[in-house]
């Protein structure tokens, strides 16, 4: 039995983003809101296994309670994708996810994540090798409909890999986010997956904004869990079944920030992550009061997190 047997149905996902759904933001949904399962952002395996790993390794840390957690990693090198692989369960990873779906250029250009999609047997061998690496650590994907078109041809490739779970964001890669996720080809994805390996779970991804709205697409489409990105900007408490977001006062918002500045000093003490990786987060919680827009204009001025927790608690 491996987590994705281990979940309630339909199961929720903390969707990767990269420079945003990092340790110390996934301890925050954790202390809020947390998802029935997390995902890390993007992970280099060839910086990964080269002297520039110590630099990436901040991406890979985890704490007790953001878990059960998957690493999610993305390269060009199958023997990296094994060894890092073979790395990840004494780190605490609960298994492994390929990214095949981003549609960044110069990843495109490189010929990694969804360019794999027309290399399609430099995606089996990176397969191949992960699974080999992972040991009994599952191996899934996250990637799109398809490339310039959908192509359900590429997911009926990766449904004969015996592959734990798949994540489909319902866009090709044409599209980058620019049309409306396509749920009716999501649920495709799912019905050839009765028919060619009904083991492997498939999780939905695309627009869903609330948890209410996740569980409408899971049912209509036969999905085994939902995976959500951009909805946790909106609201934080977006794995509730019920959330106080909406009520949430100024200084409800204000000290759920605090705690994020102040966890993210105490996590990279020697800078290991840039302020703007915090500054990113500013929206999310100064806002819907009166006043958000003149406070973030100035909180998003400061040049360290001290000098930000100092500002913020001006206002506290
Ligand atoms: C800032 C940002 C960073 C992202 N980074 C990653 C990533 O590292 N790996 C990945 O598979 N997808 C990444 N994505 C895509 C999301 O995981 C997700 O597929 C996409 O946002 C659609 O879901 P949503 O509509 O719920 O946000 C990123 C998206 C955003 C907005």
Redesign the pocket.
Known sequence: MTIWDQLPRPFFVL??????TDTVFRQIIASVAPPDLYFT??VNVDGLQSPGRKKLMPKLKLAQTDRPIIA?LWGKTPENFYKTAKELKDMGYAGVDL?M??PVKTVIRNGCCVALIKNRAAALEIIRATQEGAGELPVSV?TRLGFNEIDLTWHELLLSQKLNALTI?GRTAKQL?NAP?NWEMIGEVRALRDRLCPDTKIIG????MTRQQGEALAGDHKLDGI?????IFHDPFVFSLSSPWLGYSRRQRLDLYKSHIELFMTTWPNSERKLHTLNKFCKIYINGFDGAKELREQLMNCTTASELLERLLLDI
Not at 15 to 20: G, H, L, S, T, Y
Not at 205 to 208: S, T, W
């Open positions: 969707a990767p983003m990269d420079d945003v952002e993007f999610q990214n779906g981003c996250k964001h986010s996720a991804n695309g627009d869903a995976m959500i990105g951009r909805g």
